[in-house]
């Protein structure tokens, strides 16, 4: 008799957000330690193994707030591990957050390098992350456009609760009342380290602007240098619509919800100015000045 395939965490992560049914708000979202996190893919129970999790010194760490290019890295490195292996990378764990306990026992016997991601802020990250040479790369995306596409995907996923109205959800966003919390106080966390050689930093923005050159940047990072050729079809099997062709097999029924438009700049047909203003003012008081607020080139992305 064949015997059925074992499924992959990721598999089975996408099988739970897939067969959620919206209900309320209460019921889709727990806290944490002061941060809302959606209850049917994360836990109190997971967040504790998570304190006791190995590390490995050649893993690779995507870490991104929600909503700021977390599937495109993954499937860049996924395309540039394989590349230079020579075969096919499992990609398992979606967030290294999401799932239980046992799904964590089971990335123990993936192979390495094994490929990794997280939207936790820096102070939840578990500490073998830090302690050992694992790389961590960090990418950050505008602000306004994180929003957009933000309260786009609570719109578009059962596993979060549905705003009534765009207004609605920007209060949240502003004052840090969204899954994950803060995008200010994630990126001022994660501005403390970015001087750590361990640790990149590359943007949404000059990923889209400018892809040969970051990813370049990136696979020297992780020292898994590529050739120019080698380049170009990372570049092309990666392209928004490429993936967005694909994501019916990677991401199932959600495809739409991941993939939806790619751009940059969507902010501007949605905010207020006032809205506008608002953010611009939490830049300033938050991120003008840091090595990240320079890096998100906020005057080119973020002004009216
Ligand atoms: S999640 O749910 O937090 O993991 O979302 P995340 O993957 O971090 O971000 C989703 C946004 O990234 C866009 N995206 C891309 N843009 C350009 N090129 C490629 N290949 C690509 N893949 C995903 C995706 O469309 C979401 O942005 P919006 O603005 O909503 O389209």
């Not at 096919?88 to 957050?97: A, F, R, S, T």
């Amino acid at each position: 008799m064949a015997q059925s395939k074992q499924k992959t965490n990721r598999e089975m992560l996408l099988d739970t957000l897939q067969s959620t049914e919206k209900t309320s708000a209460e019921d889709l979202l727990f806290n944490y330690k002061g941060i809302l996190y959606p209850s049917t893919i994360c836990s109190k129970e997971m967040f504790e193994a998570l304190e006791t999790f190995e590390a490995r010194d050649d893993d690779l760490l995507i870490v991104t707030y929600p909503k700021c290019g977390t599937n495109w890295v993954i499937q860049i490195l996924h395309e540039v591990v394989s590349m230079i292996q020579n075969q096919e990378v499992v990609l398992d764990q979606p967030m290294i957050e999401f799932g239980n306990p046992q799904m964590l026992e089971r990335l123990k016997e993936r192979p390495s390098p094994r490929i990794m991601s997280s939207h936790l802020k820096f102070q939840v990250i578990p500490k073998s992350f830090i302690e050992k040479k694992t790389k961590i790369l960090m990418v950050i995306r505008n602000p306004k456009d994180a929003a957009i596409s933000f309260f786009n995907f609570y719109k578009s996923m059962p596993a979060l609760p549905t705003y009534e109205s765009w207004n609605l959800f920007f209060k949240d966003f502003i004052h840090g009342n969204v899954c994950y919390g803060s995008y200010f106080d994630y990126i001022v966390e994660w501005n403390k380290h970015v001087d750590d050689k361990k640790v990149m930093a590359v943007s949404f923005e000059d990923m889209k602007t400018d892809f040969p050159t970051q990813l370049k940047k990136i696979s020297e990072f992780f020292e898994l240098p590529l050739t120019e050729e080698q380049i170009c079809t990372v570049q092309s099997r990666t392209s928004f619509t490429s993936m967005k062709e694909k994501s019916e097999d990677t991401h199932g029924k959600l495809g739409d919800a991941f993939f939806r438009k790619g751009q940059i700049g969507d902010w501007k047909n949605l905010f207020t100015e006032e809205q506008s203003k608002e953010v611009d003012a939490k830049f300033q008081q938050y991120l003008a000045g840091t090595k990240l607020g320079e890096l998100l080139n906020y005057t080119k992305y973020c002004k009216m």
